[in-house]
């Protein structure tokens, strides 16, 4: 179906949901995939998909099928590399015969055509700018619908809770430098991923925000002159949070440090256990979304980067 009950309604004309079957701890209900047609009934020049979403056949078959209706697929965004984004790209393409644009092939292997800051999408007379949001993932990607100041904001942020900053593919300066960028913008929907509709764009980004500022003054609360591993952190500070998401857990206190330790405040003095994510982006294959869902789905209480030590600068 092209909208599920369970999400928000709230929809600029002209926009359509397709919700991929694909829940889990990290996706919610699901990765949403959006197709963009125009609103002049006489314009049949076709549609503008929006993260095909995983490798489910029957997922892009029903993407491909509602794109028909509306004079064909035309273009592929892609907003991050994540497989529950990208994975059915080239799929989508072969059902489809759309070009496939992301910001890097580095990131989306699939791209026919890498997109950069600024570059308008035509969808008969309206318009879709791309719009580099890096932070959950380097390769990020906004879609601003201009006439409707609705924001395709992917992973960026979520319909309900938060998103994980997962180094080194994420990074806790540069999310909220994206973050504070889009309240420079008069939106007046962000349309994520997972989850539904944020009808006040402002009040949640301004939440977001304050959520990581809260977030980092814990950490530095926490560190000491004394050195503590990651998972010694994570104890002391998710006191009220279910300890089999305290890998999740680890990975966003790691941003917290990183970032930290750029400005001088805090320290690491060993690694004594190897990420599990690359140490270069060049490696699809090995991504946060998929490790930090097998941690959850698993049971584990520790996360494979707990052991590194941190103090305060």
């Excluded at 104890?235 to 999740?248: E, F, G, R």
């Excluded at 805090?266 to 979304?289: H, I, Y």
Aim: charged letters at 20%; glycine letters at 8%.
């Amino acid at each position: 179906m092209p909208d599920d009950a369970h999400l928000s309604m709230m929809l600029p004309d002209g926009v359509m949901r397709v919700l991929a079957p694909n829940p889990s701890p990290m996706t919610g209900p699901g990765t949403t995939t959006y197709l963009v047609v125009a609103t002049n009934p006489n314009e049949q020049i076709g549609c503008v998909v929006i993260d095909p979403g995983p490798r489910i056949e029957a997922h892009l078959a029903a993407v491909a099928h509602e794109g028909a209706a509306h004079g064909g697929v035309r273009a592929i965004l892609i907003t991050h590399g994540h497989p529950d984004h990208v994975e059915g790209a080239a799929r989508l393409r072969e059902l489809t015969g759309a070009s496939v644009l992301a910001w890097s092939r580095e990131g989306s292997p699939a791209a026919d055509r890498t997109l950069v800051e600024g570059e308008v999408i035509v969808v008969g007379a309206r318009t879709l700018r791309a719009l580099h949001t890096p932070g959950h993932r380097f390769d990020h990607l906004c879609f601003l619908l201009e006439d409707a100041q609705a924001l395709f904001a992917g992973d960026l942020v979520a319909g309900v809770g938060t998103v994980v900053i997962a180094p080194p593919e994420g990074d806790m300066s540069a999310y909220l430098a994206s973050l504070r960028r889009l309240l420079t913008l008069d939106l007046r929907l962000i349309l994520p991923a997972h989850g539904p509709t944020i009808p006040q764009p402002r009040a949640l980004l301004e939440n977001y925000i304050q959520h990581r500022e809260d977030r980092e003054r814990q950490v530095l609360a926490a560190l000491t002159d004394e050195p503590q591993t990651i998972n010694m952190l994570v104890a002391a500070i998710y006191t009220d949070v279910d300890p089999k998401l305290h890998p999740i857990a680890a990975y966003s206190v790691q941003a917290h440090l990183l970032k930290l330790a750029a400005e001088g405040r805090a320290v690491q003095v060993d690694d004594l256990s190897p990420s599990p994510f690359p140490t270069g982006r060049g490696e699809p294959d090995a991504l946060p979304a998929e490790s930090l869902v097998a941690l959850v789905e698993g049971g584990g209480s520790v996360a494979p980067i707990g052991e590194e030590q941190w103090r305060l600068a």
